[in-house]
């Protein structure tokens, strides 16, 4: 169906004067005396085209009136003053009727409401501006790493490895749910790959893998985490933006991924000022100038041991508790990046125990070089961590674990061959285009969330 795409209708000057065709959905429409107006939707752009239709030419449109309704119109292309360009209908033609029962009729609806109905939500504003943002951030991250020789990787999804350490796995199975009367390993030795597997969790064993050839390596994919608490933070499948870099240590891994979160935004406050601009005015006050001043600013960087600090003196009761040694709770990261540096802030040097087995281990023998990236309104975005090299220290935290050492004969021989000081980190695609967006549930961010006790 030969049609111009409404984007270039507004940005491409030759077309004004010109007779066009023009498809979408409509949006809004509206009567007056002698003439009607309908504003579409292609999916291009953010904004919407005005159609103007003189009733005296035209006539028969009525479908067309009704929002939802999907059209195909050709009109001559005129500048407009309000609109900048709109089109002066010489033909419609109804492709799909929508009757009045859409539900898409009221100008807004909570997003709670519209969790209801993912198929349909898409056609909000609120989608159409963020399924575009998406859209742009994906390309941001490939551009990042593609123009400083990064290799693209894509880990297995389906993994062998039983505890990644990062959170539940999903099993994958091949089993009836009657198998009844084994032993587990049994039960396991009868299955597909005749040995417990699940969804990956994390790119990340596999990702060192790679960059033990390549260097510098990011995977780009999803992953799946059994979380079975109901936050407004965790989705069961998520992506996992993952580099992995060779020859680098825990402050190197830190400007990469300043330096990249710098680069996406941008990236985005540069293609999408209409989408920023809706999300300023219906999601989170100033917007524009939180991004424009990350861009612009250095992040913090506090160590762990300070941060508790920060939180023992704070005039504040928090309901975990926050002596040195306990993990940060949303609470604590939260009132650290919001309250203490209004601004991201990388937290270093976590104690040992409460971070998984292949963090470097400092030379205080108490803390790994591990930071998380904290940033205000959301709270963790990324986990980071230059990765222990050396193969005895390796050995030792995977024994004080109590981890199965067979289960990760490949990952443990990279410290026998040739290994090198290498980190990297996971950032959670989802949780920065919270970030990026300020809409403040996971759950709206993504074409079809996947979380515990409901799936569609
Ligand atoms: P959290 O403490 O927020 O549960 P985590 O420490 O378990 O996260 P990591 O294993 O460090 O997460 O994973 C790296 C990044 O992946 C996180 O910083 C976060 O941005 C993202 N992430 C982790 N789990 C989820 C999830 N269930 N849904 C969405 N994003 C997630
Ligand atoms: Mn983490």
Same mark, same amino acid.
């Given at each position: 169906?030969?049609?111009?795409?409404?984007?270039?209708?507004?940005?491409?000057?030759?077309?004004?004067? $010109?007779?066009?065709?023009?498809?979408?959905?409509?949006?809004?429409?509206?009567?007056?005396? +002698?003439?009607?107006?309908?504003?579409?939707?292609?999916?291009?752009?953010?904004?919407?085209?005005?159609?103007?239709?003189?009733?005296?030419?035209?006539?028969?449109?009525?479908?067309?009136?009704?929002?939802?309704?999907?059209?195909?119109?050709?009109?001559?292309?005129?500048?407009?003053?309000?609109?900048?360009?709109?089109?002066?209908?010489?033909?419609?033609?109804?492709?799909?009727?929508?009757?009045?029962?859409?539900?898409?009729? $009221? $100008?807004?609806?909570?997003?709670?409401?519209?969790?209801?109905?993912?198929?349909?939500?898409?056609?909000?504003?609120?989608? +159409?501006?963020?399924?575009?943002?998406?859209?742009?951030?994906?390309?941001?991250?490939?551009?990042?790493?593609?123009?400083?020789?990064?290799?693209?990787?894509?880990?297995?999804?389906?993994?062998?490895?039983?505890?990644?350490?990062?959170?539940?796995?999903?099993?994958?199975?091949?089993?009836?749910?009657?198998?009844?009367?084994?032993?587990?390993?049994?039960?396991?030795?009868?299955?597909?790959? %005749?040995?417990?597997?699940?969804?990956?969790?994390?790119?990340?064993?596999?990702?060192?893998?790679?960059?033990?050839?390549?260097?510098?390596?990011?995977?780009?994919?999803?992953?799946?985490?059994?979380?079975?608490?109901?936050?407004?933070?965790?989705?069961?499948?998520?992506?996992?933006?993952?580099?992995?870099?060779?020859?680098?240590?825990?402050?190197?891994?830190?400007?990469?991924?300043?330096?990249?979160?710098?680069?996406?935004?941008?990236?985005?406050?540069?293609?999408?000022?209409?989408?920023?601009?809706?999300?300023?005015?219906?999601?989170?006050?100033?917007?524009?100038?939180?991004?424009?001043?990350?861009?612009?600013?250095?992040?913090?960087?506090?160590?762990?041991?300070?941060?508790?600090?920060?939180?023992?003196?704070?005039?504040?009761?928090? +309901?975990?508790?926050?002596?040195? %040694?306990?993990?940060?709770?949303?609470?604590?990261?939260?009132?650290?990046?919001?309250?203490?540096?209004?601004?991201?802030?990388?937290?270093?040097?976590?104690?040992?125990?409460?971070?998984?087995?292949?963090?470097?281990? +400092?030379?205080?023998?108490?803390?790994?070089?591990?930071?998380?990236?904290?940033?205000?309104?959301?709270?963790?975005?990324?986990?980071?961590?230059?990765?222990?090299?050396?193969?005895?220290?390796?050995?030792?935290?995977? $024994?004080?674990?109590?981890?199965?050492?067979?289960?990760?004969?490949?990952?443990?021989?990279?410290?026998?061959?040739?290994?090198?000081?290498?980190?990297?980190?996971?950032? %959670?695609?989802?949780?920065?285009?919270?970030?990026?967006?300020?809409?403040?549930?996971?759950?709206?961010?993504?074409?079809?969330?996947?979380?515990?006790?409901?799936?569609?």
């Amino acid at each position: 169906m030969k049609h111009i795409d409404i984007k270039d209708i507004f940005s491409n000057p030759f077309y004004i004067g $010109k007779t066009v065709t023009v498809c979408g959905w409509v949006r809004t429409s509206r009567d007056s005396k +002698n003439i009607s107006f309908l504003e579409i939707n292609d999916g291009t752009t953010f904004r919407h085209l005005q159609i103007v239709i003189e009733k005296e030419k035209l006539s028969g449109y009525d479908e067309a009136m009704k929002l939802g309704t999907s059209v195909r119109i050709a009109g001559t292309c005129c500048e407009s003053p309000v609109n900048g360009v709109e089109i002066n209908a010489g033909f419609i033609e109804v492709l799909g009727a929508c009757p009045g029962d859409y539900p898409l009729q $009221k $100008k807004r609806h909570t997003l709670e409401y519209l969790r209801t109905m993912p198929h349909l939500r898409v056609r909000t504003n609120t989608f +159409n501006a963020l399924l575009r943002v998406r859209s742009r951030l994906a390309a941001a991250i490939h551009e990042y790493f593609q123009s400083r020789g990064y290799v693209y990787v894509n880990t297995p999804i389906i993994t062998g490895s039983d505890c990644e350490g990062a959170g539940e796995m999903f099993r994958v199975t091949t089993q009836d749910y009657d198998v009844t009367g084994l032993t587990r390993e049994e039960y396991y030795a009868g299955d597909f790959f %005749g040995r417990k597997a699940g969804l990956s969790v994390s790119g990340q064993l596999e990702g060192e893998v790679a960059a033990m050839a390549m260097g510098k390596i990011y995977t780009f994919g999803p992953s799946f985490r059994a979380e079975n608490s109901n936050t407004p933070r965790h989705l069961a499948e998520f992506w996992h933006v993952e580099p992995e870099v060779a020859f680098a240590e825990l402050p190197d891994i830190i400007e990469i991924a300043e330096d990249m979160i710098k680069h996406i935004i941008s990236a985005v406050l540069e293609a999408c000022p209409d989408e920023i601009a809706f999300f300023e005015k219906h999601f989170e006050e100033g917007l524009r100038d939180k991004l424009r001043s990350i861009v612009s600013h250095d992040f913090a960087v506090v160590e762990y041991t300070e941060a508790i600090e920060l939180l023992q003196k704070a005039d504040r009761q928090f +309901n975990y508790p926050c002596d040195w %040694g306990a993990d940060l709770q949303t609470e604590h990261e939260r009132y650290i990046t919001e309250e203490v540096f209004k601004k991201p802030v990388f937290v270093i040097n976590y104690p040992k125990d409460i971070k998984s087995f292949y963090m470097k281990q +400092n030379p205080d023998g108490k803390t790994v070089a591990a930071t998380d990236l904290l940033v205000p309104g959301v709270g963790e975005i990324i986990g980071c961590s230059e990765r222990e090299a050396d193969l005895d220290k390796l050995l030792e935290a995977m $024994k004080a674990r109590g981890m199965n050492l067979d289960d990760y004969e490949d990952y443990i021989e990279l410290r026998k061959f040739g290994s090198v000081p290498h980190s990297g980190f996971g950032l %959670g695609f989802e949780r920065i285009l919270m970030y990026v967006t300020g809409i403040s549930n996971i759950r709206d961010v993504t074409l079809y969330p996947r979380t515990v006790g409901g799936i569609r």
